[in-house]
Nanobody
């Protein structure tokens, strides 16, 4: 069982930065792939990025490439999402999710929300224009 808690959301002006954290319980966190998703009002949940268990393999949706960076510190059981050059269209509730990582899958496999077994409660990010 893994429990995930997101933090770091807030209100920021366009062009600003935020760093989200996803803190996990569980001794085997390092075996999990962790993804970030977001959901804006009236829209479906959208994949943002994923990091594999080693931390060396990441995958991003095109709309955030070059602006967002995912990283992990397995010693702290935490995954981070550094968000720079934020835009109003980044406004959403951001969720982290985890699933046991299978080395045989390519990273794009983890774009689908249904791949994940554990979810956090979400943190609100609001970008003002």
């Amino acid at each position: 069982q893994v429990q995930l808690v997101e933090s770091g959301g807030g209100l920021v002006q366009a062009g600003g930065s935020l760093r989200l954290s996803c803190a996990a319980s569980g001794r085997t966190f390092s075996s999990y792939a962790v993804g970030w998703f977001r959901q804006a009002p009236g829209k479906e949940r959208e994949f943002v990025t994923v990091i594999r268990r080693s931390g060396g393999n990441t995958y991003y949706v095109d709309s955030v490439k070059g602006r967002f960076t995912i990283s992990r510190d397995n010693a702290k059981n935490t995954v981070y999402l550094q968000m720079n050059s934020l835009k109003p269209e980044d406004t959403a509730v951001y969720y982290c999710a985890a699933v046991l990582d299978a080395a045989s899958y390519i990273s794009s496999y983890y774009m689908r929300a249904r791949r994940y077994d554990y979810w956090g409660q979400g943190t609100q990010v609001t970008v003002s224009s």
